[in-house]
Every structure is written in structure tokens, then in C-alpha cells.
């Protein structure tokens, strides 16, 4: 069992940054896909990036703006998102799973409760 918790959201302006953080807990951190998703209002959940042992992963709407990182020794994930845009503003989620990088949902077996994130224009 993974129990996983998401800070570092809040209001900022377009074209700010913010880091999100997930802190897992568990001893086997290292050995799980990790996955960040966004829900925005009235959208279905998004895939918005993921990092594995064979490497990380971006949607298109992330390239060049987010990265994903992690610290295994502090059982912490990261996301850091430069350039923010108003379409960026959602609930964001992290995730984790015993695979290999996947950007579908409901591959990954625990989540976060989320964190808002709203950019203003």
C-alpha cells in the first residue's frame, strides 16, 4: 500500500512558476512509476507527465514547460511548471504504479488527493 500526498499549489499569475511535491509513503518508492494528472473543471482527467526507471514522459501541453523529477531518498516526487498558462489551471494529482511508464489513468493503482492549481491571465 502506497499512501501518496500532494502540496506546492496555489494561484499564480500566467506565465509563473510552482512546484508541486508528492510525498509517498512506504519503503519501495523507488521501485514505482510515478505519474502526474490534471482534472480540469468540466474536463476528464489528463495525463500531464511520468518518471520510471526507463525514463520520463510529457504530454504535448508539458513539453518544454514542466519537468518531473524525483528524490528517492526523500520518498518526494516532483513537478516544476515554468511558463503557466491559464488552460493549466486544473486539480493535479499524483500517482503511482508498480509498471513501466503509462499515461492512461486508470494504469496506475494510488493517488493523491490533489492539489489546485489556478493561473490567472
Known amino acids: 500500500q502506497v499512501h501518496l500526498v500532494e502540496s506546492g499549489g496555489g494561484l499564480v499569475q500566467a506565465g509563473g512558476s510552482l512546484r508541486l511535491s508528492c510525498v509517498a509513503s512506504?519503503?519501495?518508492?523507488?521501485?514505482?512509476?510515478m505519474g502526474w494528472f490534471r482534472q480540469a473543471p468540466g474536463k476528464d482527467r489528463e495525463f500531464v507527465a511520468a518518471?520510471?526507471?526507463?525514463?520520463?514522459r510529457y504530454a504535448d501541453s508539458a513539453k518544454g514547460r514542466f519537468t518531473i523529477s524525483r528524490d528517492n531518498a526523500k520518498n518526494t516526487m516532483y513537478l516544476q511548471m515554468n511558463s503557466l498558462k491559464p488552460e493549466d489551471t486544473a486539480v493535479y494529482y499524483c500517482?503511482?504504479?508498480?509498471?513501466?511508464?503509462?499515461?492512461?489513468?486508470?494504469?496506475?493503482?494510488?493517488w493523491g488527493q490533489g492539489t489546485q492549481v489556478t493561473v490567472s491571465s
Open positions: 512506504g519503503r519501495t518508492f523507488s521501485t514505482y512509476t
Open positions: 518518471l520510471g526507471w526507463s525514463g520520463s
Open positions: 500517482a503511482a504504479r508498480g509498471g513501466s511508464i503509462a499515461t492512461r489513468g486508470d494504469a496506475y493503482d494510488y
